[in-house]
């Protein structure tokens, strides 16, 4: 007999859509996967090797819970370079952002507690919150983020156990929030003592302008978690990511850590750790942009070149993801089978509206293709639209 | 506002105790820490550098959820010999197995869901399940591992989510069943259709005489979810131990692990994966079985010298601890405080039995301190109990 959450939890479409990624010639703009060619493998070897040879048996032992503390040290610099907010004490290193989501719904949420989110959102968050039964209200949001107006109304009826928010590039839709939002929004949830969680797992992968500053910062470390990562920075495998925030808050993590899995694995947070005393991270993380902005170049030329009029997207300043709506009537689902017969795919946009809404939108990842795969995945896109009528 | 669930979870007495192992001078017994100058630090950092060259990109990508195909082939086939039952579809890799637990949790426990385990028990499990607010019953437990008369009055009046035990050197009696009692509740659980974990960390540490069949194999695998891991026999660092099943069931706690953490780190995995590639793993199991070994009659010696007359103590045959029972009226919590001072530590008892009994017991590990240090921090804890009036 299984728990009564297991009863309304699916299999996450976009890692059911990976496993399609194996195929022989498939073009895939489905997965959030950073491009692996970028991957600063020789130097990764060097600090492997490094991390070895200096801390042999620490980095293969168990470690505490919160996290090794040179790497915690290093986050709170990063986050708050003045160091007059944040000490190590304000970080703790997760197994993935994918794991704070765990950690901040054992922490929050019991069967039925309401939860705020954008709409879209991110899926692996909803999949999180839903693993805890968490009652979770899809928030209109526009261009410029979650709508304020439409937060207040719902906040004046009930209190969340927070609101998730990615103020960021968002995942799906790519979009920002622009300053008067971010501050507004961090004035809101501290008036209304409400915890706000702020994903950023892509904001330092930003193409052009001037960075805006974090709702964290704007308010100062209160009411806010603040999670990010090194998947998208360095690599993925290492599955190390942290939270920040208020120490107290942050010991509850670390309880239900304890419990979760004891500890992110030692051996990749020295590797992590290593690298960036190595000073090679910024250098790494401007190639990273640089050839994600010429892939998000390429993409914007094959939309337009391949898409119908009928279309329209975002086009994002960072990150990872074009979002595409249809016309109303369209079924991107049944769109997805047809390109799937093409060899592409990308992820059907209803998975990241809470509500079921959004039919007539797609999702599409421009970092894990070269510029020629991204046109020929686009034209094949195109004329799958076309045999679907769209 | 918390979760209820936060409100009973307490911070692990052992984590906390772990962290004061740090002080010069301190001998702890405490941990359930393998021995570091044992970890085969060379021949590691020679699997991690060939994985980097052989599989670079794709050991630092995302990876499935169900962990890297070609070692959940191995451990099927280290399960399975002959191949005859189990294939990679039976297992899935777990971020340590202290994440099998947390998985099975959320796969099977509601709030107040019944969960019946030994007596003591494995500190983290109870942890893992309380997080999920089931309703553990500790069923008295023997020599010999839990008691099947007790099992059966309680199987009668409810059945619960799933039976947890530890058959082989338990964590924290060091006790195994023997093979009658193995038998008899494979078929219990088959006859009442009750899932029954099995958790085996230690089972490769067997310092003398046979291996016994695990519940796993004798129940031809149905209603039996097998945990084991590589955190004793390579190292914890990498976090990365599997469960065995029914290919349906692991469905579901793949499901489960999307919305966790994603994937357990996919370096890792590679590693491991490398290391038994190398055919060095038995090897390097003798070498800590020979230690360990080593270590356990040191610690035997030291407690026939240094304990009263007073006190009895289990004879591991394997695994990493020795368990004591000091008379009814003795309070281990407050000797571990006399100990501290004196710098040298261990786990009082209560913290392994759900019911809130066995004041008068503690674990001791022998794995962790070299065989003068044994002795020397035996010394020092015979000498607090003289203070305490032990």
């Given amino acids: 007999m299984y728990a009564e959450r297991m009863g309304t939890i699916k299999n996450s479409a976009i890692r059911d859509i990976l496993k399609l990624m194996s195929r022989p010639g498939m ?12 991957f600063p493998v020789k130097e990764i070897a060097a600090c492997a090797d490094a991390v070895l040879r200096k801390n042999g048996p620490a980095a293969l032992q168990y470690s505490v819970t919160e996290g090794i503390a040179p790497l915690r040290e290093k986050i709170a610099a990063m986050l708050d370079p003045g160091r007059t907010r944040l000490s190590a004490e304000n970080v703790i290193i997760t197994q993935g952002s994918q794991q704070a989501l765990d950690l901040l719904s054992k922490v929050f949420i019991d069967k039925g507690s309401p939860v705020f989110t954008e709409n879209p959102t991110y899926l692996g968050a909803l999949q999180s919150f839903q693993l805890f039964q968490a009652k979770v209200t899809a928030i209109a949001s526009d261009s410029g983020g979650i709508d304020l107006a439409s937060l207040r109304k719902h906040l004046a009826r009930q209190k969340p156990r927070f609101v998730y928010v990615m103020p960021n590039f968002q995942n799906p839709t790519g979009l920002s929030y622009p300053l008067e939002r971010r501050k507004e929004l ?9 915890v706000l969680v702020e994903d950023d797992p892509y904001g330092a992968l930003r193409f052009e302008g001037e960075g805006l500053p974090s709702l964290f910062e704007l308010a100062e470390g209160r009411n806010v978690v603040y999670l990010s990562s090194f998947s998208k920075t360095i690599a993925p495998g290492f599955r190390v990511a942290y939270a920040a925030g208020d120490a107290e808050l942050l010991k509850k993590l670390v309880i239900a850590k304890q419990g979760t899995d004891l500890q992110t694995n030692t051996f990749g947070q020295y590797i992590v750790n290593e690298y960036l005393e190595s000073g090679l991270y910024q250098n790494h993380i401007d190639l990273v942009i640089k050839t994600y902005r010429g892939r998000r170049d390429a993409m914007l030329r094959a939309l337009e070149r391949h898409l119908p009029g009928s279309a329209s997207w975002t086009k994002p300043g960072g990150g990872m993801f074009f979002w595409v709506r249809l016309p109303d009537d369209a079924d991107t689902g049944a769109l997805l089978k047809e390109c799937i017969t093409r060899n592409v795919a990308f992820v059907p946009g209803t998975e990241f509206f809470p509500d079921g809404s959004g039919k007539n939108t797609l999702r599409l990842n421009f970092t894990n293709a070269a510029e020629p795969d991204i046109e020929e995945g686009m034209q094949r896109i195109g004329k799958s639209l076309k045999v679907c009528g769209l």
């Fill in 186 to 194: 961090a004035k809101l949830v501290r008036d209304h003592d409400v």
């Fill in 27 to 38: 073009i895939s703009f489905a997965g959030g996967l950073p491009a692996p060619e970028l």
